[in-house]
């Protein structure tokens, strides 16, 4: 089981059993409380049970691919690229500033974030303060808007 909040509309909190990781996606930073300080950039990183996997795109930022208790969430800020979103693979959860992402993505969950407008992305829409998931077999069957505040 873990929980996904906003702490911003471009920083996206995971906690897990054991960690605690800030991911902010147009610092393109992962704040997990390590020794080494924030993590920058693109590259893989196992922090406890969380994988993370930090795509560098083409205008020096980054997506990311998170994965943890079997469910995959990806995380897509401003300036991705449609042709770039087929390197985060399957996802069953996606944060995104962009409502084309979710045609591409086909996600289970749609996490707004930035200043999207998704008033156009045809689901149900529920707004809760932190989305708790307990594991695959939790997921909605269609896709399903969390508007997190």
């Known amino acids: 089981m873990f929980e996904i909040e906003l702490k911003n509309p ?12 800030n991911i902010n996606v147009a610092q393109c930073t992962v704040e997990a409380g390590l020794a080494v300080g924030p993590l ?8 406890g049970e969380i994988i993370i996997n930090a795509i560098a795109l083409k ?4 997506m990311y691919r998170i994965d943890i208790d079997g469910i995959k969430i990806g995380l897509a800020g401003e300036g991705v690229q449609t042709e770039e979103l087929d390197e985060l693979g399957p996802i069953d959860i996606l944060g995104a500033t962009d409502h084309k992402m979710v045609g591409i993505i086909e996600p289970k969950i749609l996490i707004p ?9 045809k689901a149900s829409v529920n707004v809760e303060k932190k989305l708790k998931i307990k594991n695959e077999n939790s997921l909605p069957a269609t896709l399903t808007i969390y508007k997190l505040d």
């Open 10 to 21: 471009n920083e996206m909190v995971i906690k897990a059993k054991d960690r605690v990781v």
């Open 59 to 62: 205008n020096n930022k980054v």
């Open 40 to 47: 920058v950039g693109a590259g893989e990183f196992e922090i």
């Open 113 to 121: 974030m930035g200043n999207m407008d998704f008033a156009e992305v």
